[in-house]
């Protein structure tokens, strides 16, 4: 007599190694790319202890820690970013791996225990989908209503921005019909599908879900990029100024871009000229100028190295650059890029769908705010480099501790 619980028992390290390899290595898993062994893996050990009750005949079977467990992984992928068919395709992986892991005890057993095995896992699989779709379509679910409190309560200072400058309204108008032409067709999709319980939680329509959260994070983005220029135009931009350690302000951005610098194989180098320990600034806006530029580095390179590095120049001023070796800039665009909504030309497609042509103008402005200037140097198919100089300490302010 097989004793397919001892057997899964034995197995469950392996089955988890094989697990995470097989989804790290599926092309179509992108959101497992960016994820540390430990986030992926996630309750999948204790998940398959708990399937070892369930095929154990003298173990009571633990069905409530797999249905907490299933619950719990729903709201960890929502949390991580992945969409229902990487998650979907995680359990088909699952699924099989089990299944290769017990082939040797399965080829010994008789029918009766192969059937019955078989008819354990996958229902116990079946279990696990069900409960982690659950949690997983609620969380999406309070993600959206969270985007549509965020869209509301920008709504009015955007209307008042419309109304107050016309220069901008086409272009605004222009990057605004893309993303909401989406939501409110698969908004119109859901409401149609929204008496059918058997569609609402299907595979296909929380992809749809999906693409209004990205379209509307997108819409979200673009405002609030919008909003940023209007409130440095009208002077409205204070800063808080502190005593600032630049290597620590880099390593925070680092943090946040280097996901995306490696889901491109992409070799991220930082050099920190130590002295710059007690720097007077404002530390969220001089990390939102870094952000700001490693992220376009990284958006237009498609290989090679982006590098930061800061350097002290005299006993007045210091520089940060920030270079790349992407698609680059052609001269005559160089004086031009700074400009709100504008977007360089070339023949190596450089125009990005999700970049809001905001960027730049949003750091040209924050530098001028911080009594710096920017500098760019560019060839096209070579690279970028942009360089901020900053003054050690900003005239007509005060640090503050």
Known sequence: MIDFSQALQDKIDIIVQNWIEAVRADEQ????KQLTYTSVRDSLPIVLQAIVTMLSESEESDIRTLIEESLDHGSVRAKQGYDAEEIAREYRLLRRVIFDAL?????????AEVSRAYRLIDSALDEVIADCFKTYTQARFQELQEL???????????TRLVRASQDNLSHLA???KTPLTSIIGYSELFLRQRNNPGLKDSVPNLAHIDKVLSNGRRLLRLINDTLEITRYDAGRIKLQLTATNVRSAIGTVVQIIEPLAKEKNLELVVECDPVLDRVMTD????????????SNAIRYTQAGTITIKTQLLSDKHWSICIADTGIGIAS???????????????????YIPDSTGLGLAIVARLVNLLQGKIELVSEVGVGSSFTVIFP????GFEIQD
Not at 29 to 32: K, N, R
Not at 103 to 111: D, I, M, T, Y
Not at 283 to 294: E, G
């Open 29 to 32: 898993i992108e959101s497992a």
């Open 103 to 111: 082939e040797p005890e399965l080829l010994k057993g008789s029918a």
């Open 148 to 158: 549509q409190n965020q869209l509301q309560l920008t709504n009015q200072e955007l």
């Open 174 to 176: 222009h990057e605004l």
């Open 283 to 294: 530390y969220l806006r001089l990390q939102q100028i870094i952000t700001n530029l490693a």
């Open 332 to 350: 005559e665009d160089c004086d031009r890029i700074f400009m709100p909504y504008f977007r360089a030309d070339n023949s190596q497609g450089a």
């Open 392 to 395: 050690l300490e900003l005239e």
